[in-house]
């Protein structure tokens, strides 16, 4: 099914890129969800759909997630973003950003603050969001692209795999189509295609500007076009491995999530994540739901 956004493919690489650059990185908090545990950490068991939806789980005992989005400084191509988090609107009524399946059936118990959300945030630091030329999607769900409309100027940068199933995805795939149905500069990676190239444990990748600054690394399974970003800080790596891992223990312990869109996607995924960690052993590795890894987080690398 056809937006109206028109994507294009990408000509990487992206201007701005300087030979031995490094980027700045600073994690942003864009609000909270509560989900039940076994969303996070799969039952088993027939009843386990009810356990992962929350049915008959005390609210006590649900998690708090977080909702996140990376602001990144690349000395050269200027400021990026790496997902969106959730809209402004959110913080008011979030059946306004997320729709009422998103928010009553699914995952519920949103806490977001007005100062939460990406453009406030950017002001608070004394950016204008103009001045954000490149967002690179991790995927398109609704907890990640709920902003991107705060964004005209920007140039998104999504795999062609996730725009295909986001544009004939909804609600109950997790994506919002409203949310990125614009007529935006988006440009779409394809990793399938003789472009992309091996980089570390990872069997597809972009260099985004050319310099090895900003890779993104193909990681399916949560969604089928999903991808991870690697990025070179002054002191080491960062995998931003997004919604690939859901928890450190979901690397750790390889115990999956209750809902993947492909089991086997997913943990071919999280093998090269696995043997990434192996090679490069002090990288900083950010999953994309863990409050206490959030916790743990500097203001910025």
Known sequence: MATGAEPRPAALPLPGGREGAAVRLEPLLCGTWRWPPSALLREQGRLAWRKALGLGVPRRDWVVVPVQAFLVEHPGAGRLLVDTGFHPSVAVDPKESLGRLLTTLSLRDIEMKPEQAVPAQLRARGIDPSEI???????????????????????????????????????????????????????????????????????????????????????????????????????????????????????SDKHLPYAVEDEHLFRRSLREIELYAQETPDALIVPGHDIEAFRRLKPAY
Do not use: C, N
């Open 133 to 251: 030329r490149t967002v690179v999607m991790t995927h398109l769900h609704a907890d990640h692209a709920g902003a991107v409309s705060e964004f005209p100027d920007a140039t998104f940068v999504v795999s062609s795999a996730e725009w295909s199933a986001a544009s004939d995805g909804g609600p109950s795939k997790g994506y919002r189509r409203r949310q990125f149905d614009h007529a935006f500069d988006y440009r779409t990676l394809d990793f399938d295609g003789p472009d992309a190239d091996s980089f570390s444990a990872f069997g597809r990748s972009f260099d985004l500007f050319g310099d090895g600054s900003v890779r993104l690394v193909f990681t399916p399974g949560h969604t089928p076009g999903h991808l991870s970003v690697v990025l070179r800080l002054d002191h080491g790596e960062a995998l931003l491995a997004g919604d690939a891992i859901y928890l450190e223990r979901t690397l």
